[in-house]
C-alpha cells in the first residue's frame, strides 16, 4: 500500500510540473507577445515623430517664405501693397527701410562766425534735393567743432572750420510719406542762436555710421 501511495504522490507530482512548465511557457509567449508588440509600438511612435519632425521643418520653411526679416531697425517706406497670396519675383523690391543709426552733416564754419557755436546747439537742417517750401528741414544738434582751421582752397578762399551736426531724424516727410536722406547728399544747415538761425551754412556731404538706406528684396534663386 506504500508503494502504491507514493507512486499516486509521483503522478500528482509529475502533473504538477507539467502544468507548472506549461504555464511557464505560456507566461513566455505572452511575455514574447507583449515584448513585440512593445517594439512594434515603439516603431510606429518613432515614425510618427519622425513625420512631426519633417512636418515642423516645412512648417518652418514656409513661415520664412511668409515673413520678411529687416537686416536693420528703421522705418519703412515704399511698401508695395500686396493682396494675401501674393507671390513675390525673385529679386523683387518689397519695400526700403530707412536705418535708425544717426545721419551726420559735415559743415564747414567761418572764422567770423565759429565763436557763436557751441556743442548740443540746435540745427536746422535742409536737404538741397528736397524744396524746403514742400518738405520742410530735419532737426539736428551740434556734435562737435574741429580745433584747428583748415586753410584756404579754389573752392573755400577763406580760412574755415570743420564742424559735424547730428540729424534727429534720416528723412524728410510730406503729407505723410517719408522721403530718406541718404549719405553724400549737400545740405544747407541753420545753427540757431538764441532762438533765431542766424548762421546758414553749406555742407559738402552727409555721413553716416551705418548704410543710410537699404531695400529690402526676395532672395536670389
Known amino acids: 500500500s506504500q508503494g502504491a501511495i507514493a507512486e499516486v504522490q509521483y503522478l500528482q507530482q509529475k502533473n504538477r510540473l507539467q502544468e507548472l512548465q506549461s504555464e511557464i511557457a505560456q507566461t513566455e509567449a505572452t511575455l514574447r507577445e507583449v515584448q513585440a508588440e512593445s517594439i512594434k509600438s515603439k516603431q510606429q ?24 526679416r529687416a537686416p536693420v531697425k528703421g522705418y519703412v517706406f515704399d511698401l508695395i501693397v500686396a493682396s494675401p497670396g501674393y507671390a513675390a519675383s525673385s529679386g523683387e523690391t518689397l519695400l526700403k527701410i530707412v536705418p535708425e543709426g544717426m545721419l551726420e552733416a559735415s559743415v564747414f564754419v567761418t572764422n567770423a562766425d565759429v565763436g557763436f557755436l557751441r556743442p548740443k546747439m540746435p540745427a536746422q537742417v535742409r536737404v538741397d534735393a528736397y524744396p524746403f517750401t514742400q518738405y520742410g528741414d530735419i532737426p539736428g544738434e551740434l556734435k562737435r567743432v574741429g580745433k584747428q ?3 584756404p582752397d579754389q573752392q573755400n578762399p577763406e580760412p574755415r572750420f570743420p564742424a559735424q551736426v547730428v540729424l534727429k531724424r534720416q528723412y524728410l516727410e510730406k503729407r505723410g510719406k517719408l522721403f530718406p536722406v541718404s549719405a553724400g547728399q549737400s545740405v544747407s ?24 538706406l537699404r531695400g529690402i528684396k526676395t532672395d536670389q534663386p
Request: aromatic share 6%.
Open 45 to 68: 511612435i518613432q515614425r510618427e515623430l519622425a513625420d512631426l519632425e519633417r512636418q515642423l521643418v516645412e512648417t518652418n520653411k514656409s513661415q520664412e517664405y511668409e515673413s520678411l
Open 149 to 151: 582751421s583748415l586753410e
Open 189 to 212: 544747415v541753420n545753427f540757431i542762436v538764441r532762438d533765431k538761425p542766424v548762421i546758414s551754412l553749406l555742407t559738402d556731404s552727409v555721413e553716416k555710421a551705418f548704410d543710410a
